[in-house]
């Protein structure tokens, strides 16, 4: 995994909004750094076209210089405006090289489940995993294939494989996704919605006759 710099600037802690609007004005995003070996936090500021890079290349762990000392990092956590969905704040943890680190890891899910194409429902109880490795060991994601789920099927977090160095944290048979049959409540809602709409045809082919007949009269 390739060593990838991020250039910030340490600036000042401030309550008023108006200084950190006049960052985000500026293309700066106001952020934190948070040590991992001390309560010490340093605030610092980014250009936003910088982050934006740095989040695409394929790293986990970069480089950046606060308070006049070089630094590995890890992003702990990004926060998006709800409407814009920009980026407004980022978090950045101290990592040592060759200290084992415990963080959550996004799942990727490939395939299209064959239970599904038949008609059963996808259930997803978890969108991410902990695990424990040193910080070049971090994958980008846990990749589960779901091609060959059927309905009944299920994945645990003990049928993971994943890369060596890195160990996976949780209960064995904890359930990260399963393939079940639609509940008795949806199957009711579509045959009532399917009686319903045979009633109205019914009503109303009723009607026209009806009307033919006093027509008729």
């Known amino acids: 995994m390739q060593d990838y710099k991020i250039d910030v600037k340490k600036r000042e802690i401030s309550s008023k909004k108006s200084f950190v609007k006049e960052l985000r004005n500026n293309g700066d995003i106001p952020g934190v750094y948070y040590s991992h070996d001390s309560k010490e936090s340093l605030p610092f500021a980014v250009s936003e076209a910088v982050l934006n890079e740095a989040l695409k290349a394929d790293s986990q762990v970069y480089k950046i210089n606060v308070g006049s000392k070089a630094r590995d990092v890890i992003i702990k956590s990004v926060q998006y405006h709800p ?34 194409k038949e008609g059963g429902v996808l259930n997803q109880n978890l969108s991410d995993i902990e695990v424990t490795c040193l910080p070049n060991n971090i994958p980008q994601n846990i990749e589960i294939d779901i091609t060959d789920l059927n309905i009944g099927d299920a994945i645990r977090l003990e049928q993971l494989k994943v890369g060596e160095g890195i160990e996976l944290v949780g209960e064995l048979d904890l359930l990260i996704l399963s393939v079940t049959m639609p509940s008795k409540a949806e199957e009711t809602v579509e045959e009532s919605a399917s009686e319903t709409t045979e009633e109205s045809t019914e009503e109303g082919d009723s009607k026209d006759s009806e009307s033919k007949d006093e027509g008729s009269a």
């Open 83 to 116: 409407i814009s969905e920009k980026m407004i704040h980022i978090d950045l943890y101290g990592v040592k090289m060759d200290t084992m680190i415990t963080l959550k890891v996004p799942i990727l899910f490939t395939g299209q489940s064959i239970g599904v």
